[in-house]
Structure formats: C-alpha cells, structure tokens
C-alpha cells in the first residue's frame, strides 16, 4: 500500500522569503514521486519528479525538491517566493512497477500557499 | 496550455439527470484519466484508459461509466446524479500511461447538482 501525508493544509510566505512545502509518504516499493501545481481555476501542471535518479530534483519556476529516503520525505522548497507562486500544490506517489499506469497514483491532500506582499 | 480539451467547462443540473463530460487528450497521447476533485475528498482517480481499453479503476461509482473512442478522445458518464456528485472533473492524458510520466490536466469540468 502507499500514502502520501502534506503536513501543511496552509502555508503563508513572505515575498521574497523562502519556500517549503512538506511531504512524507510510505511505500512498500520504490516510489516515483512528483509535485503538482494548481493555480486557481486551471488544472495541474507537473512542477517536478523523481524516478529513482538523482535524489535533488529540479523543476520549474526555480523549484526543487530532495528525495530523503531515510526519512521517507519528499519536501519542496524554493529560495524566495514570487506572487505568482500562490497556488495549490500536491504531493503525489506511485508505485514503480509495470503492473499498471499511473492508476498507481495517490494525491495527498493539497498545500495551500499564500503569498504576503 | 496543457493540450487537454475538456468540454463543458461549466454545467448546473438537477437531481436524478444524466450529463457527459468530454475530454479530448494531448496529440500523441493514448492514456486518459479522469479525475474527481472536491473539497472534502480531494483528487481522487476514477478510471484510467489507454488506446481504448480500460486499464484501471480506482473509486468510480457503479452510476458512473467511461469510454474511450478511437480517435482517442474519452468520455465520462454520470447518471442519476446527486448532491453530492457536485464537483470538479478532471482529465487527463499521458504518452504511454506509465506511472513515472507527467500527466497533463484539462481544465476541468465544474459540476454543479441543485
């Protein structure tokens, strides 16, 4: 089975302050892991991923997140927070395996990030 | 702009109807998703398709049904719709629906029953 836990509902930034959006998630295989953004009234839009490369990933919009298998965590961040990052994000985990398409995907629950002028 | 197309993008009914939501996916992409989204059950998967087939199920309600035609473009069905069938719906597509591809998002159809 395999979960995926934001620890934050809610996260409020300073502009210009740095970022972090928490997420753990238990799996009993290798996971592929991903972050989602949700601007207000569109859909998703892959922010960034990690298939069992290198553990710091990159992604758009100066994005980055660490893959910490110790800690089974998986913790976006970015160095200053721009206006324009307001929006909902998502912490999602799938299964490694040729048993199915990203049916295997589980979404966590959304971390909603405010942006302070 | 994703490449999802997702029609309607906005529709009201009433109780006990039936609506379809459609959703033409990606060029080049055979897998089609579709999405649930609401406030108190977040993003949960419905029923996953690749090159016309049924692929996968997650938590899709026996009143509900989905197909994907030839020319790739999918189709959800909801019937005797309730309240609480209100929501956001979502497709998605991706190349080859393996579970390490980015999925791209439509814009969604915002359900609402009266």
């Known amino acids: 089975a395999q979960s995926v836990t934001q620890l934050d509902s809610h996260v409020s930034v300073s502009e210009g302050t740095p970022v972090l959006l928490r997420c753990n998630y238990s799996?009993?295989?290798?996971?592929?892991l991903f972050w989602y953004v949700q601007h207000p009234n569109k859909g998703l839009q892959l922010l960034l991923k990690?298939?069992?490369?290198?553990?710091l990933v990159k992604g758009i919009n100066g994005f980055e997140a660490e893959f910490k298998k110790s800690e089974t965590s998986f913790h976006l961040t970015k160095p200053s927070a721009h206006m324009s990052d307001a929006a909902e994000y998502f912490c999602?985990?799938?299964?490694?395996?040729?048993?199915?398409?990203?049916?295997?995907?589980?979404f966590g629950k959304g971390t909603h990030l405010i942006i302070q002028p | 702009d994703s490449g999802v197309t997702q029609t309607p993008k906005h529709l009201i009914t009433a109780t006990g109807q039936r609506v379809t939501l459609r959703c033409s996916p990606r060029?080049?992409?055979?897998?089609v998703y579709w999405y649930q989204q609401s406030l108190d059950q977040g993003l949960q998967f419905l029923i996953q398709?690749?090159?016309?087939?049924?692929?996968a199920k997650g938590n899709i309600l026996e009143r509900f049904s989905a197909q994907q035609f030839p020319d790739l473009h999918s189709e959800l069905n909801l019937s005797s719709l309730e309240l609480g069938d209100s929501a956001l719906y979502f497709c998605?597509?991706?190349?080859?629906?393996?579970?390490?591809?980015?999925?791209?998002f439509g814009e969604g159809s915002r359900l609402t029953v009266l």
């Open positions: 799996s009993s295989y290798s996971p592929s």
């Open positions: 398709y690749y090159n016309g087939e049924e692929r």
């Open positions: 998605a597509s991706s190349e080859a629906g393996l579970v390490s591809e980015e999925l791209f």
């Open positions: 990690y298939t069992s490369a290198a553990t």
């Open positions: 999602v985990v799938s299964l490694f395996s040729w048993a199915g398409g990203a049916d295997g995907l589980t």
């Open positions: 060029s080049g992409d055979l897998s």
